[in-house]
């Protein structure tokens, strides 16, 4: 395998606890264990097409920073650029739902973890700069405290003084800001708009969260009108992201677009079959990045990106798993039958 | 949590051993164990509705007995009006079928259970009807033997004569009443439906087992004929129940009606996917119960009845698991992404 | 494979539902499923040897019985002198102790199976008996009821007639006999004894059961003592059997006899680690079987009998799956490593 | 049950190692283990129908070989005329897809499988022909080795000599063929089709493989253009198959055809879910045979096969476990609610 | 069931998930989910015995929340004087050992979680007096912060206003006390010591703890020495504990006393195989509570408390589940053949 | 964690897939799967003790390649010595023994594994030998084949060119090498013997293999007897290797030695218990090498080796999880109870 470039993210690693089936957790005798987090489904997804994977986080000092870290190198990620300490590791517990029952994402509490508790003197950002290619970021970890967002910036700081790929994915989540939670985030994520090369975002977070405006009513419309003038306000070279729409059959549809040098390009799947919600938008990240990275045409990489992000629903757990081949397979895939 | 009423049911407790998955007897290596019962299913979704739920019903006085117990305390039961006697329990084998393959259910003895056999001196039944407001009776109950059906009228005339509110679900199961059942239901069924004050049923039943006729081809039409006409004939205050359609796709649609004081109201679902059909009729009755207990509008109550119904499908296992918050945001529900 | 005789076992088929590991049923939420019962055990056994098992007894016609059906066929046995009738089968709940804390069996009603209500006009007892060469009976069929009484009697005097083997395993069990139960069941076993070729007891059934009494306090003594009186009264050919002790640290002894032509031939165990106790005394009187059948010396057949005995106990299920070589490896075993 | 034909199969008994759920091989910890084969798949299916099964196979002399043993022995099949010699057994690896994402099947290396490498002498191909009434054969075993080719057509002389019934699925497997497969397949199919009674394919294999020619582009047109070709250059007296269309939505849709005395027979089902696509030709298969054997009318006949090919996809694992009651309910099916 | 008294615990509710079998957590992919907790345990103990058993807890309002209080009321608990508020439950993870290699606990945040940061104006601790007769404490709940232990020594308070039963179980636990533990415990415990009417702890607590002294070496010796001097201190009617000795082979033994009225009394048991650790000196502590409820001589109580302690290694998970009727038996049990 | 050297072994990774619990292939549903392999257990263990670990092999390019993969990195092993070629994985099925019943393993054909027919071209053994600094070989790959044979002595030689410490575990396996094993060895292992400069044998080895005598009868006096010579003979520096004792009730002692510039130094284990036999020799390897490179005494080396040999016993699957503290505290420790 060839691998091209060293891809690191810097974010918090969340163990996943899962009802098996479509159980609640009233009915729960077990869970499933697994590890994830943003960083973690991006850069292993990267590491599946051939570049290097490191992450730029902390986990705990015991048996369940022991799991993690096993977990994290059996997705063939590097765990070099990371740290232990503290004890505590971020979770959630997962319900799936199923028709009109909407699945249920329970999280404990995530500020003690290591990863949001830990010093900044752990890291040393000038050296981890040094020795990665692109660094990915996303607005969850700018949700958590001050401490990890002083070391986001840092970091983002570090890479762009050596002239390396940024990239910032605005996953703004409600729940994680409370109340006035735009008013609060706004200025956090206007200083990573202004850091980052490449961005991930739709209209909503250019209206909702950066106050952009628009006479448009349709969501397309108001992509087109808006995600220009953020790309101009903040100087972002890049800005991709996905509409989503969901059907009552459990089918989702992607309408990807990228915006580069004052160019949109879009692409739609059909609609498909959902089996494991979680991680899809990482995945579709991690194609904006790769196409980046291997010079394929602006049009290739939404493509690539939004297939990536299309596979990802059909995979158990939140981390990504396919390879280059298997994306390029969805995008002219036709309904086939098993393969022997 | 504030408890309004105190419902009660009398009926068998069933233990429910269900083959993993898709599938079949000959297959299994292991089978999931629950417990549930029309009783059951009814007074646990009120208790999830803020009541007190009581079961009046007679378990083993053995291991499995105390299985059962602590599941139906599990589901906040209350079995302070119930009694441990006899050996056996009640118990069905289930095969989950897949699209054109229907599912299967496989009894074993009943008549010979605890419940189907316990002594009418170890009930008081005076002294329960003095404890509950409410009771619901189900027509597999009526079709068990002499004794418990002597047990079941003993219990609704106690409550008769304190004026409480007795319910009766006409769940008439062929294959309980063996050949020439309807003949044989037709006087137990009359006799039950003349001491309820909500009944559950459909035009098959007014049709099939009380004999009533109609010129009508179209069930809805049939349905508009015949229901008022048996609730004149034996005085019931309130007759609800649903018409299923079956699609292939693993959907279903319901289409709920309501009658009372001379006035029919109607509630249609979409047709939703379903999970596990066992126990979503129970479902519907609670809503029902529920409905009138808190003074519903009359729609209000069916549109909740049906939602409760509707959502009881989507859940593992024979027993409603909704809280009301859930089944109001089944009513108003459009298709929706994870909650998280 | 090398099939020398006939044998079929007379007797119900009875479906084992264990609570996984050591938890109790009212912590169970599934349960291993398997088929098993004293004639099954016994036929499985000796098809392990290189016979043909047959089963004589009536399974229900619904997915239950298919998969009793399977689950023997699986086991090498041959069901064409079975039959299908009835809906239900025998059945029981294991959950297995730890330590100090025993073992529970909990059965549902058996009366009303398949096998306890067949009409004895579903068996050609004669055209049976024609087709086999050795017949198993046990206590255990005795206990049940007046009609298969009568069959168990029928067909033992149908293999009489025929000069063929009949093999009774006394296997007294109390709880199934009732208070005075020695004196309900001792007429029946004294018809058995009388019609057996070779009988499985201990010192115990001849003391208890059978009235027999001695000075001696030893139990080998009374075995010594009464055994040769229950030879002589009932014109047994063969009487073996075990005297079992039980170690407090799950380890267990078996101290074989066989008395035959008026010699006593013994054979003890070591001590031996017990993974799942029910079942080994039926591997016992496989051994036995095959022994006499196969032509070993008296001394040969206890030594294989009891070797078979012991292994069955380290097998998972009640029913025995050790081939002739591996009864023959425990025989001369020391204690040895990974076989690879 | 009434055993009318002996329906033999001659092929390879496979290990079957799937990934429970919809997992990938490198998210397993465990996985699930049966035992199957198109032989297997057809006999079985026949044995449900009431017919003696047989197969005509080699197991290794080995604890899988006994474990592969128990499972055919379940299923119903009688090993009397199969061996046991050599070490391996063929297995594959089974990664169940979802939506877009496809299933994968894995296998390891079968060449030195026991059954792949069994010395002819181990088979008395005459005395096996005059214990059967049927033989079916496969092109995945003509696909294997010069060895197993050659006890192929040996064994089918046999049959052909005795006038007995030769059935052949064409089951062309590009894969096991590797490059220019179509043409190093082609004389062994041949010889193969010369011999057959009933042959199952369908116009791909006539154009492709056998290399016959048409003008017509609609693929029932070609159907109808060339198999009466292919039926009579090789003198084939009955010709049936299937043409799958497949849908997005995980429902597939079978297009079935009977070629027999110069007339075509059809029946088309509806779209139906698939829960397990393995083994649904050889349930097609073989209803074809049944409706052969039992002399239905050549309507009856296809009608039955496709149901019964419908059926197998709905069930786990590869062996179809319909009886004929449940095949003919799926020909007048209309979807249904749980049967209890 | 005769309940006798009502006994209540305050105390966090404690979510245990649990590697299975002798896995590690870093070989997990799943956990087995459960809920307990030194309150949970006593309460449940005596709820098993027959009395009325009460948290004072405060739950998580979320599924977390949920699925405790549905698997507190499986063990017969009343949550009606527990709350609901928070959104953290504490939780730990338990790998099992094997041999020479011990078990591991690896706790979560509890600092966080719903009872340790619950308002002290959720509960009404007069009103809570008011409807128990007896409550139980524990040291861990002293370790937590100042918040709960004043919360603690109200509660106490307003029993000991009523003249009502309280119980205190030292339990102290090194890791939760940090440095200097044992300085910073000890005003805490005095406190609580003082109000206690029955107080659990061993020598250690004295000497380590509380400060006293002694000249013995012998273990017995020292708590001859210091428990009378304990008692008279700190004026504590009845003290009570156990000292275990722990043996290569998975066996542990016990020792335990009881001193009241100045009188010692002894019962110790014989080494026995250990299950599952977690939670026997929670059924310990139960059985002294229920011998003085019950009115058991000091010798009797001893001896039931020691019996209930070693049947909870027996069995899985924390929670004692024994009734009165098998602790009894295996005060006079020896070992036993499988129950049938 | 501080990497000291850069540790790889040469050999077969194998995929294990183990019955669960104590079941027999016949009774098996589903099986465990993970993968391992001499060199992966030798260097994944060296790995938890802060080596850099590394395979020279050649893995499957498939998904069961990936898989392999996947789990070797969780391990913490590099792959970037390794190839991809070939389709096949050597397997071998594990049923767990109880007490009598030894364990057994059933292999599937290996010669045809990618690793056993990977051109020698595939690997760059110069390159290999400079990016390491420890080679560890074992016995099994050396009955293979001549190829890997031949693969196995040009990276020795490329080792020795450079001085790099070359470790050899005879491991003798009799069922690899078929009859007359011995002679077709001894060759091939004394190439290796002299390449060597740690080599695991113990006396049997010497005797039976090597052909050495010996007067003695005690295996400890033939130990010191032929242990020197063979030193003398070949020139290997280092010779280590234990002594294993099997106690009936599944506990194991070892006996394990050192000899090192012509002096003997010993460690003995107590008996412990046995959860998962296989790969506990290559821990103590492990051990041995590690306290080589890290200068321990030759008395410390050969307790820590013990020490981490005997705690493999205790851990679930072929491959040691231990880490160094884990092993000191096994050195030290006495039973105790749960840590929390």
New interface residues.
């Given amino acids: 395998m060839n691998a091209n470039y060293r891809v690191a993210a810097f974010g918090e690693v969340m163990m996943r606890?899962e009802v098996?089936?479509?159980?609640?957790?009233?009915?729960?005798?077990?869970?499933?264990?697994?590890f994830s987090g943003t960083g973690v489904n991006v850069t292993a997804a990267l590491t599946n097409y051939g570049h290097e994977g490191y992450l730029v986080t902390t986990l705990p000092n015991?048996?369940?920073g022991?799991?993690a870290a096993?977990?994290l190198?059996?997705?063939?990620l590097s765990l070099k650029l990371s740290n232990r300490a503290g004890?505590?590791?971020g979770?959630?517990?997962l319900?799936n739902?199923?028709?009109?029952?909407?699945?249920?994402?329970?999280?404990?509490?995530r500020?003690?973890s290591s990863f949001n508790t830990a010093s900044t003197d752990h890291y040393d950002f000038a050296a981890i700069a040094e020795q990665i290619d692109v660094i990915s970021f996303c607005g969850i970890t700018l949700a958590m405290n001050d401490l990890v967002r002083s070391q986001m910036f840092l970091l983002a700081e570090e890479m762009r003084k050596r002239g390396k790929l940024i990239v910032f994915d605005c996953n703004y989540?409600p729940?994680l800001w409370g109340k006035d939670g735009y008013e609060q985030a706004k200025g956090h994520y206007e200083k990573m708009l202004q850091l980052a090369d490449i961005v991930m975002m739709n209209e909503k977070d250019a209206l909702l969260l950066l106050g952009f405006t628009t006479e448009q009513v349709d969501r397309k419309e108001q992509l087109l009108d808006v995600i220009p003038q953020v790309a101009k306000r903040y100087q972002i070279p890049i800005i991709a992201g996905t509409q989503?729409t969901?059907?009552?059959?459990?089918?989702h549809e992607l309408a990807a677009y990228m915006y580069k040098e004052a160019q949109f390009s879009f692409y739609s799947t059909?609609p498909?079959?959902?089996?494991d919600?979680?991680g899809a938008g990482d995945a579709f990240t991690s194609g904006i990045i790769h196409g980046e990275l291997t010079k394929m045409s602006q049009q290739e990489t939404i493509a690539f990106a939004a297939a990536a992000g299309?596979?990802a629903?059909?995979?158990?757990?939140d981390t990504p798993?396919a390879s280059i081949a298997?994306v390029e397979q969805?995008l002219v895939?036709t309904?086939?039958?098993?393969?022997?």
């Fill in positions: 606890l098996p089936g479509h159980a609640l957790l009233v009915q729960a005798n077990s869970l499933a264990l697994s015991n048996p369940l022991d799991a096993s977990a190198k059996k997705l063939g004890q505590y590791i979770s959630y517990f319900e739902g199923f028709g009109v029952r909407p699945s249920r994402v329970t999280y404990t509490n500020q003690e989540r729940s989503r969901i059907y009552g059959d459990n089918k059909e498909f079959a959902v089996y919600r979680i299309m596979l629903h059909t995979t158990a757990g798993l298997e969805a895939l309904v086939s039958d098993v393969q022997r």
